[in-house]
């Protein structure tokens, strides 16, 4: 028996091994890769990638999964998990034909680079064909997949990155959460009582800006001899296996401490897959994120209830004055925490406030559930963006740059991943109030720099478990209760309503 | 019978796909990769290199080559040639174990990370196991390849990077050259007349020196659209498919203008893989180059013949003086040209000028030839090392990080790679007496910043052919004539000679 699971170990190694390799591959085409290398590098992720999923759905995993299956008394709890998140994985794998991962590896690869391209020329006709093909391959990946009955081909999708989810649940949490949201926006954005923003048009040379970056993610404890921090045209993490996690961030922006949110955000990802046990369980479900719901839980946490806190910029203002002298000498912390909590109607989700930021998921949600039925049409969707988005936020959308062209996801065939920033929101405020508790003082400890202990319980509670439990399953363990909205609205209550004199 | 050739090409491609990532991962461990990276990166080098061997060597390859051979009247010369290179690499390659391969891989990556840091620490005793493990690996290989009889093991190796050549033939090169050279160097070095080296000393910042060399890249004509300039302790060039060919230089010296030789020595070999028919012809020997001697010729041609040239700094030092303003704006053409032709008995290989530089070869062809056949054991190589030193180049070597540590080669098993520069350097004095006669006005071009007759030269003449003649009868096709020592110390003679007044 624990011959058939070393085995399988060693097989499911190699897949994580190919893996890997495709997800450098993807990470060297957004930072270093020269542009005439995009046709080669389509080449190569097709190639791998098809590789990897004739390795991942080969019968022999298939046999040896059984056989563990067969014999599971043998094995410990934690085996158990990673048997039984094994075979979800394998029998989800075993439903897409070689050749439709392989066409959407090269198609993902053609389809970012053009969309990068019409991004920079704010063309969405460029774009569209793309986005039609790439549209019409994750269709098919739904339908090979398939969903329960009473469902939809969206769920299908869910299923990579929120496993067990539906979008009729989705729904029902977005559905109530939107009018307190779209509310408390109003009384904010409305209140005759506006927090200056003293850090605005304040801007700082990029390797100023790069340097605190730096600063904040040693403090945090993002491990730099095991990570690396670079720039892209859109944030991401990449977790390579063992010792090489990578970050991105962006610094060409108007205010020389937003870009600070991004490396934040990219370093709450890269602190869970640094605390993943990969140096001895890489190749398992026990290495891996238990859903991109809990992992944007993380990188939420530290970029909003860390980074935007009082008690983080008690503590990281004088680092930043320090490292952008004499820029924002003359700002106080009362001005800065204002600063950096500014609540605005504004069109860059990755910009966007707290309060504002699950506004732009809904609109994202309802769009993507919209264009994988058909419902809504692809020549369709800059008009349908632009109009939702004035009833949701009040904006009129001035170019698609600003709108549906300002996300790589769908680029990349990435349909169902937007609402699990939502849903990692609701998770991130949940787990912040079990923290609260369990650490009283870690207002003061952050205040001081000190962010060891709050890493330490991500670690132990969170990340060190791998997918041994279940989105929901590890909320109740970790929390007591299962996800509710309500630490969130209470959250961003307590924290607007005094900056705002509502 | 163009169908098997077809299907041949579609079989090839997939392996120099796989290649081409391996070059990438390769890339990627010495320019960007965090240092806890290495363990992960050697296994995805193992199981990548596993995946490759045992693609290039499938009996389905071998069918193909067999079927387009039996009926090699349908194809014409160029496509004969292509079947003859694949037949050789598909008979070189089945001789190989692909566990051997794979553990090749895998202790290249981990022994080039011991390189590094026994270079940095300069501690022979740390990378001494790494090199007796890589090289007993070689060691294997070479006996897996064979060797002609009246041959010896360091044959096989030089099958690998210059095809056909023996260690008889190049000592027949080396032996009466070595004391012609060490006849020049000694005039040189002990003429009372020695250009002054008003360079010396005058550093600028790194950001300014990449500036500068952007400049020269651009000017010769390397495309930085489909290429890119990186930073790394030992500078090299990897071409990774079509549109994608990078180069790698260092600037940590003492003079600012020294850089510029890595630079451009990179940018010729860049130069030569982008001006392979990958476009079209991409996994066939059609676009590769022909041995590292032609290769290297390539290089040190843009080095040496171009980058030491009077002609090329006076276009040159006007450019450099703006980027580097104003650290070197006293200097005149005069002095520029005699600093970057300082001829001195140095320790360090790829610093070295161009009359002392073939001396370092030979040195390390003798020892790595003895290391292969067993008479030099690791444990004497320092030793070894300093007291060869002492008699070519007459001076004693304070450190190993001077001497033995200096160079990557090793450390990855690159054993029979060496001698290949000494080809190359023969061979680019020869091409460069064709070029002169074809290209009268060349050094009026050239300092006018105009080298795109030269380029083109070496497109139609050498780059565009990939394989389709072997390195002599290229040679003898674009010369008239074989490979000869006389090009070279001619050259050197008569360029050296006024500047020592000798």
Redesign the interface.
Known sequence: MSNAYAELVKEQ??VA??T??GS??GW?QE???????????A??QE??SA?AHQRKTSPRIGDLISQCEASNGALDDTLRASVREMRRDYDLATKLPTELVAELAKTQSLSQDAWKHARAKDDFAMFAPWLEKILGLTRRKAECYGFASGGELYDALLEEYEPGATAKQIEAIFNPLQPRLSALVARLCDSPRRPPDALKGIAVPQDRQHAFGLDVLKAIGF??????L?TTAHPFCSG?????T?LTTRYNTSSCLEPLSSTMHEAGHGIYEQGLPKATQ?GTPLAEAVSLGIHESQSRMWENLVGRSRAFWMWALPVAKRRFAPAIDHLTLDQVYASVNQVERSFIRVEADEATYNLHIMLRFGLERDLISGRLPVKDLPGEWNRRFKQLLGLDVPSNKLGCLQDVHWSFGLVGYFPTYTLGNLYAAQFWQTISAAIPDLDAQMSRGEFGALKTWLNENIHRHGRRYRAGELCQRVTGRPLSAEPLMEYLERKYAPLYGV
Chains 1, 2 share one sequence.
């Open positions: 190694k190699d091994t190919l890997a390799i450098l591959l060297d930072t270093y890769m020269p542009p005439g290398g995009a046709g080669a590098r080449d190569q190639l791998l590789i491990d730099l001899e095991t990570g690396r670079d390579f296996g063992p010792g090489d990578r890489f």
